[in-house]
Nanobody, 123 residues
């Protein structure tokens, strides 16, 4: 069993940066793919970025060049560095994990989820 806890959200202005953290308890992240998703009211959960356990990454087109997923397997942490934030990045951000060597952009492929952290970007 893997428990995930996100932190680092908050209220920022357009152009600012934030770093979200996802910390695991229970089993370590060493053999898990980790994805970041976001969701706004009334919309489906949207893929943001993901990392394989060895650090291969992929991103949604809307965040490429601005967001970076990194991981510290030794300390069971995964990060989402968000730069040049825009008002349209406002959402609840979730991290998710699946024990697999691959990465996935569909939320249906992940088995474990955190509770989410709110990111609000004002214009």
């Amino acid at each position: 069993q893997v428990q995930l806890v996100e932190s680092g959200g908050g209220l920022v202005q357009a152009g600012d940066s934030l770093r979200l953290s996802c910390v695991t308890s229970g089993r370590g992240l060493g053999t898990y793919a980790v994805g970041w998703f976001r969701q706004t009211p009334g919309k489906e959960r949207e893929f943001v970025g993901a990392s394989t356990w060895i650090g291969v990454t992929d991103y949604a087109d809307s965040v490429k060049g601005r967001f970076t997923v990194s991981r510290d397997n030794a300390n069971n942490r995964v990060y989402l560095q968000m730069n040049s934030l825009k008002p349209e990045d406002t959402a609840v951000y979730y991290c998710a994990a699946r024990r697999s060597p691959y990465l996935y952009s569909s939320p249906d492929m992940y088995d474990y989820w955190g509770q989410g952290t709110q990111v609000t970007v004002s214009s």
